[in-house]
């Protein structure tokens, strides 16, 4: 199940960028934030439906909803990915540094276990 991202921290980039950059990182989850507002009105009329006896229509607007948040998940993945080569780019942080910020704290996380179990192997 599709849930809103919590943040992390305030700031998306720990250093100096380009106006480009966090333009591309607005917009990347402001198409998230469009597709889970999508998500969660398909939401609200299936139950509408639903409760009006419209099975069928409840149904097609579940899947409707279930659509826009996968398309939620993969702007925000599309922006995880984004700022995290823009913030642990060569020569911003120390080579035993992650610098999560901009992250949702979901994101953070899977970065994290990815490292770990990268640099266990």
Do not use: W
């Amino acid at each position: 199940m599709s849930y809103e991202m919590s943040y992390l921290g305030p700031r998306a980039f720990n250093h100096e960028q380009s106006s480009d950059a966090e333009q591309e990182y607005d917009r990347l989850h402001s198409l998230a934030r469009q597709e889970a507002s999508k998500r969660g009105q398909c939401f609200f009329k299936s139950q509408e439906a639903y409760s009006s006896g419209d099975s069928v229509e409840a149904k097609e607007l579940s899947e409707e909803g279930k659509a826009h948040g996968r398309k939620m998940e993969e702007h925000n993945k599309q922006a995880s990915e984004f700022i995290s080569c823009e913030n642990n780019a060569n020569g911003r942080v120390a080579a035993d540094t992650i610098d999560l910020h901009g992250q949702f704290v979901e994101e953070a996380e899977e970065i994290l276990e990815e490292r770990i179990c990268y640099a266990k192997s």
